[in-house]
């Protein structure tokens, strides 16, 4: 049999990680990344998986002579030290408002080094305060820029350089250099788009369960969205084009209270999946992997250039039949990145075994890898939330059913509670989060095919009344 090149590309250049693929090549551009660049959107909220992190790559790497871009990356960051940068003027959560303005500007001007429009003698000065290949880590750098020593020499007072070589003082603290540099961008940034993105916010989630950190957390997130909202109306009589972005997993959003929240709605855009925008995508996806091909190719002909064209069999003697897509479909959450695990795994067990074409074989062995990694996901989403959410997979494992009563479940979790294998004595709090994350959803209680996961419909809340299914893709690691 012929080998299928498409196979063999999509095996090997698919990634889960954003960073690591050829984001030129694949990326799909859709209405959200339009809302960001022309309708000013500025707060792109998502779940984890959705594709945040490919539009924030896509943002960066764009390359016109006008769009200048950098992204703080908060991953492994020590949260600790921006704790102590807050401006005690502020009570909570604003305090760290002022923080993230200055590093939103101080980003603008180093970004304004690279800008050919600026005034050459503006660019040397700002030279002096922001080196061209100083790659220091983010923490250095935020160190750094907060010392009070930092630009004494270089920035004046209300917006100016001081050209001359008179120094007057050696500290200005950093607090009082915000209205400085902010004046600068006023005074000297041309109409070149800034984009200063911010990702990987969710580092310091892992530790919620202290709820001191926790408290300084959400207000650390709280005044990154109000620094950004008043930037925003800052700018918004000028020609200045500031873009400071930031991307949020929804759960961590949903954390944040406060009497603004409601405004930002002007600013917000939710990335949401359904099928039909998931076909799309892998449609424009599969048809950058085919050879000799220089369109985007329609979903059902681009499907058919690497699935063999069958439907496959489920339920208990495999009876039913259903297209390829709806049956990958029912193990997924409706997220780009499962997909993306599921079809390379699909690619590479393929291509592996000489098959030219994906069949109904490989599609059921790749399940049981694709279940293991979902439940990993599962659990590095959800720990943070819930700890013990280890045990509570294994409670389920326990019932040995994919579908029970509330009463079942409240059984084999007592038995848990009374053994000292955990401790969260609150069942409903657990219930509600499992939930959340569409780990659990409801059986109608009519139509027992009906299921109603948070996935699908976004606004429902856990039934109490209902039998209790877990998600599909969840079977074969819990042996259901």
């Known amino acids: 049999m012929t080998p299928n090149p498409t196979l063999k590309n999509i095996a090997d250049n698919w990634k889960l990680e954003a960073k690591l693929e050829d984001t030129e090549k694949y990326f799909y551009y859709s209405t959200e990344v339009d809302n960001i660049i022309k309708k000013e959107k500025c707060y792109v909220i998502g779940r984890k998986g959705s594709g945040k992190s490919a539009i924030c790559e896509y943002l960066i790497k764009r390359k016109e002579h006008n769009i200048f871009s950098t992204k703080l990356s908060f991953k492994n960051f020590p949260f600790n030290e921006l704790y102590g940068l807050d401006n005690q003027k502020y009570t909570p959560p604003n305090q760290y408002i002022t923080l993230w303005k200055y590093l939103i500007y101080s980003n603008v001007c180093k970004l304004m080094t690279s800008n050919e429009m600026i005034d050459s003698s503006i660019r040397n000065e700002l030279t ?47 607090i009082d250099k915000v209205n400085i540099l902010e004046d600068i961008i006023l005074n000297y940034c041309d109409n070149s788009e800034y984009y200063i993105v911010f990702d990987e916010l969710d580092e310091d989630y892992r530790q919620i369960s202290n709820e001191q950190e926790s408290q300084q957390y959400v207000f650390l997130l709280t005044s990154l969205f109000k620094a950004v909202q008043d930037i925003k109306s800052t700018f918004i009589d000028s020609d200045k084009k500031m873009k400071p972005v930031i991307f949020l997993r929804d759960d961590i959003y949903t954390l944040i209270k406060d009497s603004d929240k409601n405004k930002w709605r002007d600013y917000k ?55 390829s897509f709806d049956f990958i479909a029912r193990s997924t959450q409706l997220r780009p990145r499962d997909f993306i695990q599921y079809i390379q795994g699909c690619a590479e067990e393929t291509f592996n075994k000489g098959f030219p074409f994906i069949r109904e074989g490989n599609i059921k062995f790749v399940d049981r890898a694709f279940s293991n990694y979902l439940r990993d996901e599962i659990v590095d989403e959800v720990f943070p939330v819930l700890p013990e959410i280890e045990e509570y997979l294994q409670i389920f494992a326990n ?38 994350f569409s780990v659990i959803g409801n059986q109608n209680k009519h139509r027992k095919e009906l299921f109603y996961f948070k996935y699908m419909h976004s606004n429902m809340t856990f039934n109490r009344t209902e039998n209790i299914v877990i998600h599909r893709g969840l079977f074969k690691a819990l042996q259901l």
């Open 269 to 323: 855009i939710d990335v949401e999946w359904n099928e039909k925008k998931l076909k799309d995508l892998l449609a424009f996806r599969i048809s950058k992997d085919v050879e000799n091909n220089d369109t985007s190719l329609q979903f059902q002909r681009a499907w058919d250039k690497i699935f063999f064209r069958e439907q496959i069999g489920f339920g208990n003697k495999q009876e039913k039949k259903i297209h």
């Open 128 to 174: 002096k305060l922001y080196p061209k290949n100083d790659a220091k880590s983010l923490a250095r750098t935020i160190s750094n820029w907060t010392s009070a020593e930092f630009g004494a020499t270089v920035l004046g007072n209300g917006g100016s350089f001081k050209f001359s070589k008179e120094e007057n003082k050696n500290t200005i603290p950093w």
């Open 399 to 436: 019932i040995r059913k994919w579908n029970f009563t509330l009463q079942e479940f409240t059984n084999e979790y007592n038995k848990y509670l009374k053994a000292g294998t955990i401790k969260e004595k609150n069942i409903d709090y657990v219930l509600d989060t499992l939930y959340n």
